[in-house]
């Protein structure tokens, strides 16, 4: 898809990701590493004993290396001339960090796109604040939300916090450069990991503005109002997960789950037949007793605990049950389902080295499939190459070449008034003119239509009260929800902001000719029914693209389109089934997380970045076609190293709670207050010697990093102690001011209150039409010409039927009345 395009990576291994996403998804990728390579070559495990860092040869596969010392004034000379003929420039660090003049570099080359990924933005008041992964995740709320509640909050144990940055950086690149294509200039495109990993809290930042307490962590689980809902539960063999809810959404599964049990003997008719749709409610309201819950958690538990992790999930499978078995690396290496859809790469790590498999591509594109990229390069072994090859002609369909290598775009024309306002002033965004039809629900595929509306697309959500969405009937809801049902939740305000709103009945011929319309009308279509469902219903892509050749259709779910694992579900079932429910957890306990259905917060930026490749492919060919998404599939590309260890080392990964392979101290640690943390991290030397200092313990100064993991125990017992005497915005200005990388552990008030939030407008106020003004979340990432926007809530069932009917299709309003009298309209 990205075959034309050019990309120097000066990342290091926080960015690292965005490079590889481009390069499967075609583009020529320049790994551009300081002396001594990337850090990314140095993080642990490795292959081996002597082999390469797996970060290394998980994230920088398929990728040319050229090892250049940007400080240095011939590096410098070097890194210009292969600017000069890029297309894109990443970069990864803290902005104090950046090795070249931005504005230089833009002024020199207009229609270059320079993407950058910091820990919190490239300007306001926390943007070189000391960082890790560690505090990043701190600062995102999802830390508050995972973990058990005796303990402190719990990390993944592979760093997730700059990984969403990352692959929010390759979106954000691909958002530009689809605008460049009309414009023939470039931007800058800021992406600050701690906005991108707040989407892993799914919109529980809100709950506060949205009136409803901030939730607490619940383990293997989720808090309901005053309710804990169990989903983690025992096998005869490990664990599994079970989606345990109750509401409309749900009144099919868990039924399934207890009618399961009763035939096994395992519960009695009365439970069986328990009204499980309206249980919260009668929880609430006394008609059910307080520990009624816990009784039914019981009672899974023992069912589940006699029984094999496969068992369980092949009966799960059999009854529409949501279960998934808790799977270690080494159990994910395995997946069959995995192997039938063909996910594994099979080579060497490095040039001339043993083949073993690793995570392919992350999608399946019918027309233009994404790349098999080869081994991870040496250090500098394409330096030599990249610097004597000629000259390119850096693609760029709206303008003349010259436009990218120092030359002013061509001017305006002469009746254009000199003073016309500037891009962002004038409201433009990348993806206007873009015509999506949205048939998504719950989390990851809106997500992906929530990004294209956020840049300019007209985004026509459809929607049923037939099969409501689940988003609409959990937290955060607002109390006018009483008044207004499914129409005042915050989780589908924020994960549909700024689309318009449509109920079609599929059931009726009208319903069905105005979904034609819309399909034809369409650029994009996505859905996320269960794998082939959507084909079966009579709209697959075949059949769209007969009426509307040029058509990009992208599905989504949980195991993608093909193979044996037909599992109904949401993404904490992926979360478990494919190993991050592993990963994250203490030594001595079962898996704790992450917080809620993960994977429908990661699998999004896959389809995006996908997505506009392929948007960028048909511009420049005619050419739609079909993108599978299987959200699990494209998660792992985040465990990567993990699934590495395993499948090269033989090694599940350790579990370590909130320590770390190569920090110490690190962790989350208490100060003054209820349930109320730091996260700390210690990343060389230099930052210990003067945590000892501050510790009152400069003996303990000068061990090294080795002799610190060796006595992590006991330096974690030192720093609790100092943390537990001061509060929470003391200890970490304290921390800060000594250079030592530290945030609160933020929930949703915190979050809602940040200033580095705040200035960067990550909270926009709306306008919801049942609730009144209410916050919802801003675009992940800022565009420095072209920005995105928000121009609403979520829309209420049906709320834009007219305007969609008449604005868009065309309808005159007798047509509109004859649907609204056969009962097409909901």
């Known amino acids: 898809m990205l075959a034309p395009y050019r990309v120097l990576d000066c990342t290091d291994h926080r960015g690292h990701l965005a490079g590889f996403l481009l390069a499967q998804l075609g583009a020529d990728v320049v790994l551009v590493e300081p002396h001594g390579g990337s850090p990314a070559r140095r993080l642990p495990p490795f292959a081996g004993a002597d082999g390469p860092s797996l970060w290394h040869v998980a994230y920088n596969r398929g990728k040319r290396s050229v090892e250049l010392d940007l400080h240095d004034p011939v590096g410098h000379r070097a890194f210009d001339a292969l600017a000069a003929n890029a297309d894109i420039v990443l970069w990864s660090g803290r902005p104090a960090e950046l090795p070249f003049d931005l504005d230089a570099l833009t002024t020199r080359n207009p229609a270059l796109i320079v993407g950058l990924l910091t820990p919190f933005g490239m300007d306001g008041p926390k943007a070189d604040w000391h960082e890790s992964d560690l505090t990043v995740c701190a600062a995102g709320c999802q830390l508050a939300l995972t973990g058990d509640t005796d303990r402190p909050p719990l990390r993944c144990g592979v760093p997730q916090g700059y990984a969403h940055g990352a692959a929010d950086l390759a979106v954000g690149v691909l958002y530009a450069l689809n605008e460049r294509a009309g414009s023939a200039l470039g931007q800058v495109v800021d992406v600050s990991a701690q906005a991108s990993y707040l989407q892993s809290s799914f919109a529980y930042a809100l709950n506060?503005?949205?009136?409803?307490?901030?939730?607490?962590?619940?383990?293997?689980?989720?808090?309901?109002?005053?309710?804990?809902?169990?989903?983690?539960?025992?096998?005869?063999?490990?664990?599994?997960?079970?989606?345990?809810?109750?509401?409309?959404?749900?009144?099919?599964?868990?039924?399934?789950?207890?009618?399961?049990?009763?035939?096994?003997?395992?519960?009695?008719?009365?439970?069986?037949?328990?009204?499980?749709?309206?249980?919260?409610v009668r929880l609430l309201d006394g008609r059910e007793p307080a520990d009624e819950l816990t009784r039914l958690a019981d009672i899974v538990a023992r069912f589940t605990a006699t029984r094999t992790k496969a068992e369980l999930l092949a009966e799960a499978r059999r009854r529409r049950v949501l279960l998934a078995p808790v799977a270690t690396p080494l159990e994910v290496m395995d997946n069959e389902h995995l192997a039938e859809r063909g996910l594994w790469d099979v080579g060497p790590l490095v040039p001339g080295g043993p083949a073993y498999r690793r995570p392919g591509r992350f999608l399946i594109a019918s027309r233009t499939p994404l790349r098999r990229l080869g081994p991870a390069p040496a250090l500098g072994a394409h330096t030599e190459e990249v610097l004597r090859e000629v000259p390119r002609e850096p693609i760029d369909a709206a303008g003349p070449a010259s436009t990218r290598t120092g030359t002013a775009p061509a001017p305006a024309p002469s009746d254009a008034p000199s003073d016309a306002p500037s891009d962002a002033a004038a409201g433009r965004r990348p993806l206007d003119g873009l015509k999506v039809v949205d048939l998504t629900w719950s989390i990851a595929g809106p997500y992906v239509g929530r990004g294209l509306a956020d840049m300019g697309a007209t985004v026509v959500r459809v929607e049923t009260q037939q099969r409501i969405d689940v988003t609409r009937t959990v937290m955060p809801l607002h109390p006018l929800d009483a008044q207004h049902p499914l129409e005042c939740g915050g989780l589908f305000a924020n994960t549909n902001a700024g689309k318009l709103g449509i109920e079609l009945d599929l059931g009726t011929d009208a319903g069905r000719a105005v979904l034609w319309d819309l399909l034809r009308w369409a650029d994009v279509v996505l859905e996320s029914f269960s794998a082939g469902a959507f084909?079966?219903?009579?709209?697959?892509?075949?059949?769209?693209?007969?009426?509307?050749?040029?058509?990009?259709v992208l599905s989504s779910c949980l195991p993608g389109q093909t193979g044996s694992l037909d599992l109904p579900g949401y993404g904490n079932l992926a979360s478990a089934l494919f190993g991050f429910h592993a990963t994250t957890r203490w030594p001595d306990r079962p898996a704790a997380g992450p917080f809620g259905a993960y994977t429908d917060t990661v699998s999004p930026r896959f389809g995006l970045s996908a997505l506009l490749a392929a948007l960028d492919h048909r511009r420049r060919t005619g050419e739609g076609q079909y993108l599978d998404l299987s959200q699990a599939e494209a998660s792992l590309h985040f465990l990567a190293p993990a699934l590495l260890d395993a499948e090269i080392n033989g090694h599940d990964w350790e579990p370590l709670g909130?320590?770390?392979?190569?920090?110490?101290?690190?962790?989350?640690?208490?100060?003054?207050?209820?349930?109320?943390?730091v996260a700390l991290a210690c990343e060389h030397d230099t930052a210990w010697k003067a945590l000892a200092e501050e510790l009152g313990q400069p003996q303990l100064a000068t061990p090294s990093t080795a002799e610190r993991l060796d006595r992590r125990t006991e330096l974690d017992g030192l720093v609790a102690q100092w943390t537990a005497r001061h509060g929470e915005e003391e200890a970490v200005r304290r921390l800060q001011d000594i250079g030592v990388a530290s945030h609160v552990v933020q929930n949703s008030a915190e979050c809602l209150t940040d200033p580095q939030l705040a200035h960067r407008g990550h909270y926009v106020l709306v306008e919801?039409?049942?609730?009144?003004?209410?916050?919802?979340?801003?675009?992940?990432?800022?565009?420095?010409?072209?920005?995105?926007?928000?121009?609403?809530?979520?829309?209420?069932?049906?709320?834009?039927?007219?305007e969609i009917l008449s604005d868009l299709l065309g309808y005159d309003a007798e047509r509109i009345a004859d649907i609204a009298a056969a009962g097409a309209l909901g």
């Not at 009365?270 to 499980?276: G, M, N, Q, S, V």
């Not at 219903?537 to 059949?543: I, N, Q, V, W």
Request: hydrophobic share 35%; with cysteine; net charge negative.
């Open 768 to 802: 919801h039409p049942f609730v009144g003004p209410v916050p919802v979340e801003g675009p992940r990432m800022r565009l420095s010409r072209t920005p995105g926007r928000v121009n609403g809530p979520g829309p209420g069932y049906g709320q834009h039927a007219f």
């Open 535 to 552: 084909g079966r219903m009579g709209f697959g892509y075949e059949r769209i693209a007969e009426v509307n050749p040029s058509v990009i």
């Open 658 to 677: 909130n320590s770390d392979a190569t920090m110490a101290p690190h962790g989350v640690y208490p100060v003054r207050g209820e349930d109320r943390w």
């Open 208 to 280: 506060q503005a949205w009136a409803n307490a901030p939730l607490g962590r619940s383990g293997e689980g989720i808090n309901v109002g005053p309710f804990m809902l169990r989903w983690g539960y025992p096998a005869a063999d490990g664990e599994v997960s079970i989606t345990f809810l109750f509401g409309a959404a749900f009144k099919e599964f868990t039924p399934n789950l207890f009618r399961w049990i009763w035939e096994e003997g395992g519960c009695d008719e009365a439970t069986r037949d328990k009204p499980f749709e309206e249980l919260i």
